[in-house]
């Protein structure tokens, strides 16, 4: 999220100082530019975004399975929990530049390396959410499930999960939102994606070509966030208290 | 049924045990109230019967079996379990948390579905209005239903209940301990019950178990705790009101033949039968009840002054409150002193008049007991 506003930030100021040295004439002219650039290539910047949400996606499918069951895990031996949550910490604040170009030591230049960097950097929210989602559950329910005789498997996909839903899927949210905005550096080592459009534009000195993938990395991530968001109100059973609803 | 020997259970990390050397014998069909201050063990106790604590010594045996032999979760399976939290679960439907068990059991689903509702009847919520609910939209007292229909939907020999009314208020509590002794009366189950409040261990009991500091102290019936404590400390649970907490061993139905009373008037009885009873009755009062028997209303001296009419039905009001006959004497005598009147009139399920008694019948009872 933080790289994404600091991004955009950039961006801005790039513009405002180019229309303070030139007339307003060439500021109009900068807009109408922007947008006849976008219009004529609105096949490759379509296509970029396509790339760009299935990195995400594919991303996020891995970085929930691996989370999830990191969470759950870390949830039943709490001794690990701190040393776990602590080592997702240290993850998430290595710059995002390091991580893609260690990575590409590894795994060399491409997709897999853009996946793996962008899955260390969601685990945090996720593994967080997951564990505290299932800790702060109430002790009574947990009781008396156990005691009427349902066995622990049945109570963490039965009960725990169901019940902590709701945290876990916040922090998929947070993970998802940040994901879009790294994931545009990730054009860097060759994962594909809008980030492309950007790094393009900087080298050429492309004005337009930066704006068309900001702004296309901007809806993907808002586009996220309400999607997210109110699937998972949709699919909550937390707010059905009466019936019919 | 249950028989507890030498049970003994210290926590990691602490030097006294939470529960030292516990002997019980539980018989089957007995409700067995263990009772006692905060931190004397009670709950812990409980928990060692269905292994939610692994006892640290001593056995536990159910039908003459050890219970560390048998699988916990299928010795779980066959205990009813009710905690004070209830402890439904918040996204499931009161139909789904019902058949919690039946699920686990895997019945079929026409098997589970018939139990369920029979079990929704017999805690008096209707199938029809409350299966689809979610607890959420309960009230506490129905909540607690739930969860003893929860509890008692699989038809457990044995239940195991830790203050199960302990967090509603007192008239749904008298009226849930009613309700479930009604069913208790029906299905027998063998219960361990834990409470701190001694009028509910007196009032629900076969036999009452007082520990302290994790001991056991007596196991006795109430009557005997009653008028017999082991030592002074049960001697205080039991409180200086002795006479007062008997009144919550004797039920209604079991004076009322005793108590001698004129028939209630119809409400079409004539305004001289009703001046007439109304000098003969010892409560001053007529009772007056329609053609089916229900209870209408009171005709007091005043009534008569003050309204017109010419039969009884005209003159009656209605009263504030009444007693089932399945309450105990106690509930009766706080019914009266709410309404302040020295008489209260008994109903059964169906709001059918029974009777009514009086405080001097109420007074007769105890001077006979001590």
Redesign the interface.
């Known amino acids: 999220m933080d790289q994404l506003l600091r991004m955009i930030v950039d961006l801005l100021m790039t513009l405002g100082n180019g229309t303070l040295l030139s007339t307003q004439n060439e500021a109009r002219g900068d807009l109408r530019e922007t947008i006849d650039w976008i219009i004529r290539r609105s096949d490759r910047i379509l296509d970029l975004m396509v790339e760009h949400l299935w990195l995400v996606l594919f991303t996020l499918v891995i970085a929930i399975v691996v989370s999830v069951i990191v969470g759950i895990f870390i949830s039943y031996y709490e001794t690990l929990a701190q040393p776990v949550l602590g080592v997702c910490q240290v993850l998430m604040v290595i710059p995002s530049i390091a991580m893609l170009a260690f990575m590409v030591t590894i795994f060399g230049i491409g997709f897999t390396s853009g996946v793996v960097a962008l899955v260390l950097y969601s685990l945090l929210p996720i593994v967080r959410n997951t564990y505290t989602g299932i800790r702060e559950l ?1 002790p ?12 622990e498997r ?1 109570i963490l996909f039965k ?1 725990k999960l ?2 902590a839903r709701p945290v876990i899927m916040a922090g998929v949210r947070t993970a998802a939102v940040m994901m879009i905005g790294i994931a545009a550096l990730a054009a860097y080592v060759g994962a594909g994606g809008l980030g492309e459009l950007i790094f393009q534009g900087i080298g050429r000195g492309h004005r337009p070509m930066i704006i068309a993938g900001a702004i296309g990395v901007s809806i993907i991530a808002v586009a996220f966030d309400y999607i997210l968001y109110y699937g998972e109100k949709r699919f909550s ?2 707010g ?5 609803n | 049924m249950i028989k507890v020997e030498g049970l003994t259970k210290v926590f990691p990390g602490q030097t006294i045990p939470a529960v030292k050397d516990l002997n019980l014998e539980i018989k089957e069909g007995d409700v067995c109230v263990l009772v006692g201050p905060s931190g004397c063990g009670k709950t812990t106790t409980m928990k060692m019967i ?1 292994r ?1 604590y692994e006892p640290t010594g001593g056995k536990v045996y159910i039908r003459g079996e050890d219970h560390m032999k048998i699988d916990p ?7 009813g ?1 009710v ?1 004070q ?7 499931m439907t009161i139909y789904e948390n019902i058949a ?2 039946p699920n ?1 059991k895997k019945w079929p689903r026409e098997k589970t579905k018939e139990k369920v509702e029979e079990l929704m009847h017999l805690v008096g919520l209707d199938p029809e209005i409350f299966q ?3 607890p ?2 309960l009230s506490g007292g129905q909540r607690q239903r739930v ?1 003893v229909a ?2 008692m939907v699989s038809d457990p020999p044995i239940m ?1 209940m830790d203050e199960p009314f302990g967090a509603v208020d007192p008239i749904t509590r008298a009226r849930l301990q009613n309700e479930f002794l009604r069913i208790q009366e029906r299905m027998s189950k063998t219960i361990v019950f834990v409470t701190h409040d001694i009028d509910e261990a007196i009032k629900m009991s076969d036999t009452i178990a007082v520990m302290n500091e994790g001991e056991l102290i007596q196991h006795d019936t109430p009557s005997d705790l009653l008028s017999a404590p082991a030592d002074e400390f049960v001697a205080n649970l039991v409180g200086r009101h002795r006479s007062i907490k008997r009144l919550h061993l004797i039920r209604v139905h079991e004076i009322l033949k005793e108590v001698d009373r004129t028939e209630p008037l119809t409400e079409d009885a004539k305004k001289e039968e009703v001046e007439k009873q109304l000098e003969d009755s010892d409560l001053r009062t007529v009772i007056v009840v329609d053609r089916d028997n229900k209870l209408k209303g009171v005709i007091g001296a005043s009534d008569l002054k003050r309204k017109a009419g010419e039969v009884a039905g005209d003159y009656c009001h209605e009263v504030s409150d009444t007693v089932t006959d399945d309450a105990t004497l106690n509930d009766a005598l706080s019914v009266m002193l709410e309404c302040g009147v020295g008489y209260v009139a008994v109903v059964n399920e169906d709001e059918m008049y029974q009777g009514t008694i009086t405080l001097g019948d109420l007074l007769n009872v105890v001077r006979e007991d001590s």
């Open positions: 109430d009574a329910i947990l009781e008396s499930a156990k005691g009427m005789g349902m066995t049945r009960i169901p019940l059973v937390e059905r208290t009466r019936e019919g | 269905n939610l979760i299928k010795l779980r399976l066959d205990i379990y905690i939290e209830i402890g439904l679960f918040p996204h919690t068990v686990e689809n609910r979610y959420t939209a969860g929860r509890a195991l």
